[in-house]
């Protein structure tokens, strides 16, 4: 019963999808291909159930669509009230599938300008405000950033001098990296200088980001080899 | 031609001008108006995914037919309905099956598919990684650096920890920094000749 309880399980049909996977590093096999479309397919069914739970239907269904087809006794439960307003996305999202028939699928062209229209209007000021405003007053050192080097320290058990020299570096070390990026200028002489040592920052931080990336797969890694010798009592933590 | 080029210019050109303006008006119905348009954004964004979808299981279906790796097409497209389904109908709730297979195959697939990156980065960095010069030498020795203050080598060697947080922090924080910024102006100048009309890729051909 313990065996086959344990043969039957869902821990033993995660263990085998993860060594169909593994099987890959030896070479494509059917056994990986099966997997493969599994997973793509699980993935896709997944995503098309949690979009209409989580954005679909209160933002679509619940406000427009399902207190209609409740009216037309499509449906049945509580009856929903109806916002009207929500016709236009509903007209909006319907025209998706204008692209069915070729002599008119130009007409999605129009979801697709509300959404780019919208999203590129909203994207200005915020991408302003996150990306470039708040980025130069974390970078500038202004006063207010006194009380924030204070905690740095407190925080990575840096003394006050190695917060303020680091303090320094990053100020000079996104001006460098911004001069690198900034083609209206010719790079010669002391600003070929300094936009070279925004080469080297840019080396230094891609390296970390490599580094930390690799330490996060075989994170992953250590994670199933561990999943593994637990589902084979081996280790029992 | 009216319906197909100038009326989504046309559409582009005032959802941005709303879009951008309403960030600048701090009365309650013009955030009451964003909120509605954002809800809309999702609502209309989210119905594209019927056409991914759509899209899938046709080119399974044209798969399967052409007798083209009939087993995994037919697989794909099982999982595909039979997840959704599930989810449609079961719901998603924590103890539902929906999750159970979200969780026993889903999640192990996706780890295992991921972990196994661990092994073609590494054979990939041992290929690539020549100290030929300073830049790459210095990608070389902040990577090796990272890689070991995280391991649990950095436990013991507490100065190999501090090293790898002051690398995290500093030099890498303002290589981010300026790219952000950089990426910051890109995203504003794109938007700006997406609205304008400057930029008209996305209309297609």
């Not at chain 1, 059917?30 to 479309?37: Q, T």
């Not at chain 1, 954005?55 to 929903?80: C, S, T, V, W």
């Amino acid at each position: 019963m313990g065996i086959l309880h344990w043969l039957f399980s869902w821990e033993t049909l995660a263990a085998f999808l993860t060594l169909a996977i593994f099987s890959f590093l030896y070479k494509e096999n059917p056994v990986y291909r099966l997997a493969e479309y599994l997973f793509v397919g699980l993935s896709a069914g997944y995503g098309f159930a949690m979009t209409y739970f989580l954005a679909m239907k209160p933002n679509l269904m619940d406000p427009f669509i399902i207190p209609i087809m409740q009216r037309l006794h499509l449906l049945g439960g509580e009856l929903l009230p109806i916002n009207w307003w929500y016709i236009i996305p509903t007209i909006f999202a319907l025209l998706y599938l204008s692209v069915i028939t070729p002599k008119y699928s130009y007409l999605i062209r129009l979801p697709f300008a509300f959404l780019l229209g919208l999203g590129s209007g909203m994207a200005i000021p915020r991408a302003f405000q996150a990306s470039i405003l708040e980025q130069m007053w974390d970078t500038i050192l202004h006063s207010p950033n006194w009380q924030g080097y204070a905690e740095l320290s407190k925080q990575y058990e840096w003394s006050l001098t190695v917060v303020f020299i680091s303090a320094i570096i990053i100020f000079v070390s996104v001006l460098a990296v911004l001069a690198y990026f900034f083609f209206s200028k010719e790079h010669k002489g002391a600003y070929g200088k300094f936009a070279r040592f925004g080469i080297i920052v840019l080396m230094i931080g891609f390296g970390a980001s490599f580094g930390s990336t690799v330490m996060a797969r075989y994170s992953l890694l250590i994670g199933r080899l561990m999943f593994l010798l637990k589902w084979l009592h081996i280790v029992s933590y | 031609m009216f319906f197909s080029r100038t009326l989504p210019m046309i559409l582009v050109f005032v959802m941005g001008v709303i879009g951008a303006s309403l960030y600048f008006i701090p009365h309650p119905s013009a955030q009451a108006l964003e909120n509605t348009l954002s809800q809309w954004s999702i609502a209309i964004g989210s119905f594209a995914i019927f056409l991914a979808i759509t899209s899938l299981i046709r080119r399974y279906i044209t798969n399967i037919k052409r007798g083209k790796e009939v087993v995994y097409n037919l697989v794909a497209l099982i999982s595909l309905f039979g997840m959704a389904l599930l989810g449609l109908i079961n719901g998603t709730g924590p103890d539902s099956v929906f999750q159970k297979i979200f969780i026993n195959v889903q999640v192990p697939l996706d780890a295992t598919m991921f972990s196994l990156l661990g092994f073609y980065v590494t054979s990939a960095a041992y290929r690539a990684f020549r100290a030929r010069n300073v830049e790459a030498t210095l990608l070389l020795l902040t990577a090796i650096l990272v890689i070991l203050g995280i391991s649990t080598i950095g436990d013991s060697q507490t100065w190999l920890r501090d090293l790898q947080e002051w690398i995290m922090n500093v030099p890498n924080l303002a290589q981010k920094r300026g790219i952000t910024i950089g990426v910051g102006l890109g995203m504003i100048a794109t938007s700006v000749k997406i609205i304008l009309g400057i930029e008209r890729n996305w209309m297609g051909g």
